[in-house]
């Protein structure tokens, strides 16, 4: 991310605005390398940015109005009134950036308005969170511009509560986070109860190995039931184990808890999810700490069949890809994210790397499903001004 997209960027800023952005500003998209559906159980997350970005040139407007424009999305720019926003009103892409521009708003600031486009080159619907992206980046830019003096993590949780209340997904706090307080060479070892962080020395390349992301192209919806419903069992568990979250189960009485939620089937399957995986980020961390960074392979493995089997939030292709990655050699792999399909991470050998692509590509073929996207993920830079 350079002068260059700042500059164009801006030109088509001048285009449709007829003046000179007062800024550009970058917030990547992530994946995470294990802790999943852990976010909104208060536990550990280990997600690292992705080089791609949402970018935006932004100017403020002191008349009440907020224009977006979307470089992907060709259409004039949307007029809308700061004031008028109004929460659940807006079931397009603009609910994302108007949402931050409520948030703030609610909040507080004295946000008058802004003229705002966007382009990102973060794959959508790729559970490589797109949405944080474009939230990320306008409030960044919102921040900078109204100098509202606020740190990332306080971004995070404002564009948290923008998608939970504007947009109305569910969603916990760790995309929001990772794209705003992530760096590059690092993984982001986020303690989503208190937001406290450790950034962890991740950089596969200078140990001979990659870190593959398969987007399987198979589209996946947060609003859309499923992701909530594993929210409600997880708060059920919670209530029924008497603790403020799962998080509060220690490792050690698992088995225990489990006991005591009795006949409840599904509960129980979703808190031993929840609580392996927050042991399982823990491992990963020690693990990458001790310079052990191969044997976090077969952990990210385990992680897998627990989403597939206890959270259930698996689908044929993501499996088809962990199952085939696995076989021709990976060191291991696992679907990122939200799931329902989106994409999985496959970590390779360096010199394993085409070997492992083709046989992916080629069980894709074989069980007749559209060609996935295979790139590498280099941990990159999170939001930050570009231009
Ligand atoms: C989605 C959500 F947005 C995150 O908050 C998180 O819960 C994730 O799914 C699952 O770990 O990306």
Same mark, same amino acid.
């Given at each position: 991310?350079?002068?260059?997209?700042?500059?164009?960027?801006?030109?088509?800023?001048?285009?449709?605005?007829?003046?000179?952005?007062?800024?550009?500003?970058?917030?990547?998209?992530?994946?995470?390398?294990?802790?999943?559906?852990?976010?909104?159980?208060?536990?550990?997350?280990?997600?690292?940015?992705?080089?791609?970005?949402?970018?935006?040139?932004?100017?403020?407007?002191?008349?009440?109005?907020?224009?977006?424009?979307?470089?992907?999305?060709?259409?004039?720019?949307?007029?809308?009134?700061?004031?008028?926003?109004?929460?659940?009103?807006?079931?397009?892409?603009?609910?994302?950036?108007?949402?931050?521009?409520?948030?703030?708003?609610?909040?507080?600031?004295?946000?008058?308005?802004?003229?705002?486009?966007?382009?990102?080159?973060?794959?959508?619907?790729?559970?490589?969170?797109?949405?944080?992206?474009?939230?990320?980046?306008?409030?960044?830019?919102?921040?900078?511009?109204?100098?509202?003096?606020?740190?990332?993590?306080?971004?995070?949780?404002?564009?948290?509560?923008?998608?939970?209340?504007?947009?109305?997904?569910?969603?916990?706090?760790?995309?929001?986070?990772?794209?705003?307080?992530?760096?590059?060479?690092?993984?982001?070892?986020?303690?989503?109860?208190?937001?406290?962080?450790?950034?962890?020395?991740?950089?596969?390349?200078?140990?001979?190995?990659?870190?593959?992301?398969?987007?399987?192209?198979?589209?996946?919806?947060?609003?859309?039931?499923?992701?909530?419903?594993?929210?409600?069992?997880?708060?059920?568990?919670?209530?029924?184990?008497?603790?403020?979250?799962?998080?509060?189960?220690?490792? $050690?009485?698992?088995?225990?808890?489990?006991?005591?939620?009795?006949?409840?089937?599904?509960?129980?399957?979703?808190?031993?999810?929840?609580?392996?995986?927050?042991?399982?980020?823990?491992?990963?961390?020690?693990?990458?700490?001790?310079?052990?960074?191969?044997?976090?392979?077969?952990?990210?493995?385990?992680?897998?069949?627990?989403?597939?089997?206890?959270?259930?939030?698996?689908?044929?292709?993501?499996?088809?890809?962990?199952?085939? $990655?696995?076989?021709?050699?990976?060191?291991?792999?696992?679907?990122?994210?939200?799931?329902?399909?989106?994409?999985?991470?496959?970590?390779?050998?360096?010199?394993?790397?085409?070997?492992?692509?083709?046989?992916?590509?080629?069980?894709?073929?074989? $069980?007749?499903?559209?060609?996935?996207?295979?790139?590498?993920?280099?941990?990159?830079?999170?939001?930050?001004?570009?231009?």
């Amino acid at each position: 991310m350079g002068e260059a997209v700042a500059e164009t960027v801006g030109e088509r800023f001048r285009e449709l605005y007829g003046a000179e952005p007062e800024g550009v500003w970058a917030a990547p998209g992530r994946v995470n390398l294990i802790g999943e559906h852990t976010d909104y159980n208060d536990g550990f997350v280990m997600p690292f940015a992705l080089p791609h970005t949402a970018v935006a040139a932004v100017s403020r407007r002191d008349d009440g109005v907020l224009r977006l424009h979307s470089a992907d999305i060709t259409a004039d720019p949307v007029e809308l009134r700061v004031a008028d926003l109004t929460p659940g009103s807006d079931k397009a892409w603009t609910a994302y950036p108007s949402g931050v521009v409520w948030a703030l708003r609610e909040a507080g600031h004295d946000v008058t308005g802004a003229d705002v486009h966007l382009t990102s080159t973060v794959p959508s619907g790729a559970g490589l969170s797109s949405s944080a992206a474009l939230e990320v980046v306008v409030a960044l830019a919102l921040n900078d511009l109204y100098s509202l003096g606020l740190r990332g993590w306080q971004l995070a949780r404002l564009c948290q509560r923008a998608e939970n209340v504007y947009v109305g997904a569910p969603v916990g706090i760790m995309d929001q986070t990772a794209s705003a307080c992530c760096e590059a060479g690092h993984a982001l070892f986020l303690d989503t109860r208190d937001l406290s962080q450790r950034q962890i020395p991740f950089d596969l390349a200078a140990e001979g190995m990659r870190l593959l992301v398969v987007d399987t192209r198979v589209k996946h919806s947060h609003s859309e039931g499923e992701y909530g419903k594993r929210r409600a069992g997880c708060e059920k568990g919670a209530a029924l184990l008497g603790v403020d979250a799962l998080r509060d189960v220690p490792y $050690a009485e698992l088995d225990a808890a489990l006991e005591r939620l009795g006949d409840e089937e599904e509960v129980r399957r979703l808190v031993r999810h929840v609580v392996t995986e927050d042991e399982r980020v823990e491992r990963v961390v020690s693990l990458l700490e001790s310079g052990d960074t191969r044997a976090i392979g077969p952990v990210l493995v385990e992680g897998h069949a627990s989403l597939r089997d206890d959270f259930r939030i698996s689908c044929r292709e993501l499996d088809l890809v962990v199952d085939t $990655a696995v076989a021709a050699g990976a060191l291991g792999a696992r679907m990122t994210g939200g799931g329902f399909g989106g994409s999985a991470i496959v970590l390779v050998e360096a010199a394993d790397v085409d070997t492992v692509t083709k046989a992916v590509e080629d069980a894709f073929a074989a $069980a007749d499903l559209k060609t996935p996207r295979v790139f590498e993920a280099v941990p990159s830079a999170g939001a930050r001004r570009v231009g």
